[in-house]
């Protein structure tokens, strides 16, 4: 080798994040980690490309819909907008236990009865995923287990297998030989990622990824590869409730409006037709605190109780507590339930949750919650044929909600007589429904409305 060459030029790259840096620093400035540089050598500026593609007139393009491949799971299906499309790559997130290797294994099977599919294990023995597909039911034909956490290895398996579908799970465990890093940190999520993105787009073969969302590091987790791959959902519920909510959040080939709804069972998860009915179905008739609201969840009506129990406090600040909806929601609500109604809740406890593990985080569900707050405090029920529907404003008007017909007919489809709305909501057009409108400008006409004969009355 000669000497006149001039020695490479070296960076020193954080191992978390992946940050650079000409100089040498004890702590990555990016994501704070201490002593996790270290150098090594710049990577060449990228080459010219070749001969780019020349642009292409939009109104030269066939509009035909992007081919699917369905499964057979139809709430599955519906969330990816009817299918999968071929060289996708998709990811799960979902805290871990709530089922995501469960779903991904059912899903692999039905896409086996047609082409092998690779299942791409780095979590699970192969012996394991076997007994988890006895207890499913599943036989397993056409169904390839890898257990190997060698992202290039893998990817030279799959080629002789040709398979149909290839899933992974789960992102966090595999690595590429291409990066230095551990599996699951920033710099190997990213280009296992990329890796797979590309596979996927040369193969045609569409991929799930699996990727567990952390509660104390988001960061490391999924959401850093969504603006990766092209469609986004999460599995979601709570884990001592069987409902599962599987959420599509970015979708490049579909719209994200769709929200599949499954039941954990002993044989996997199960989708549930009628979901509205499933979640109020425990409702006690005359219960106290107890609201049901007709949701949106993307563009799909979904009927939910929101409960509420207030209770004199035992310490120097009362507690406010949510579970399934927004904290601040909550504070906003009591806030003007004391101002501008008159509740006195400076001494009460409040505890307000969404039965079932649903999580509704729309301000539709105000006045439903502010109703189920002042049913506690005065001790008496809410008429069972009510529903309840309107934003709480900071000066306690009620403000519109948007797909007003579509929430009603959800009401009036599982027996609902009534519902109390924003008069806003009005204003525009007056909707279908055979449900008697029970319009209220304010917060406090509302409760009027919905709990007559309370002491402000
Ligand atoms: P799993 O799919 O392993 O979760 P993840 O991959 O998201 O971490 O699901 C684990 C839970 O699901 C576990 O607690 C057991 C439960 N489960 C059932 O209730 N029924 C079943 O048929 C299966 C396979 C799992
Ligand atoms: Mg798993």
Redo the contacts with the bound molecule.
């Keep these: 080798m000669t000497t006149a060459r001039k020695p490479p030029r070296t960076v020193f790259v954080c191992q978390e994040c992946g940050y650079e840096t000409p100089k040498w620093l004890g702590r990555c400035p990016e994501c704070s980690s201490w002593n996790t540089l270290v150098e090594r050598v710049a990577a060449e500026a990228p080459r010219p490309a070749g001969p780019s593609p020349p642009p292409l007139e939009l109104s030269s393009l066939s509009h035909e819909d992007e081919p699917r491949l369905a499964f057979g799971l139809p709430e599955f299906d519906r969330v990816l907008g009817g299918g999968v499309v071929p060289g996708s790559l998709a990811l799960i997130g979902?805290?871990?236990?709530?089922?995501?290797?469960?779903?991904l294994l059912q899903v692999a099977s039905l896409a086996a009865d047609s082409r092998p599919v690779l299942y791409l294990s780095g979590e699970e023995s192969a012996r394991q995923i076997k007994l988890?597909a006895s207890?499913?039911g599943l036989t397993g034909g056409g169904l390839f287990v890898l257990t190997e956490t060698n992202l290039d290895a893998a990817l030279r398996e799959a080629e002789p297998l040709s398979p149909g579908l290839l899933v992974v799970?789960s992102i966090q465990t595999v690595y590429t030989e291409a990066a230095p890093q551990a599996p699951g940190s920033i710099v190997q999520l990213r280009q296992c990622t990329m890796d797979l993105m590309r596979w996927a787009k040369e193969t045609g073969v569409p991929a799930f990824i699996?990727g567990?969302v952390t509660k104390e590091g988001d960061i490391a987790g999924p959401r850093l590869l969504e603006h990766i791959v092209d469609v986004v959902l999460y599995?979601e519920g709570e884990r001592f409730s069987s409902y599962r909510l599987l959420r599509s959040v970015k979708n490049r080939f579909g719209s994200i409006d769709e929200v599949g709804v499954f039941e954990?069972?002993?044989?996997?998860l199960a989708g549930v037709d009628n979901p509205s009915q499933a979640f109020i179905a425990e409702r006690a008739s005359r219960a106290v605190g107890s609201v049901v609201v007709p949701t949106l969840e993307g563009s799909r009506p979904l009927l939910v109780e929101v409960q509420a129990l207030t209770s004199p406090t035992a310490m120097p600040t009362p507690r406010r507590t949510v579970n399934g909806l927004d904290f601040n929601r909550l504070l906003l609500v009591a806030a003007v339930l004391t101002r501008r109604v008159g509740l006195s809740l400076a001494g009460q406890d409040v505890i307000a949750s969404v039965v079932g593990g649903l999580r509704v985080h729309e301000p539709a569900a105000d006045l439903g919650l502010a109703l189920a707050i002042v049913s506690s405090h005065r001790d008496k029920p809410v008429p069972p044929d009510l529903a309840a529907l309107g934003e709480v404003g900071l000066s306690g008007e009620l403000r519109s909600v948007s797909q007003l017909e579509r929430r009603l007919l959800e009401a009036e489809r599982l027996g609902f007589r009534r519902c109390l709305l924003p008069e806003s909501a009005l204003a525009r057009a007056k909707p279908k429904t055979k449900l008697e409108l029970l319009p209220a400008a304010t917060l406090r006409e509302a409760i009027k409305l919905g709990l007559p004969g309370g002491r402000q009355d």
């Design positions: 979902g805290d871990p236990g709530i089922g995501k290797s469960t779903l988890r207890r499913l799970d699996v567990h599995l954990m069972t002993g044989q996997g």
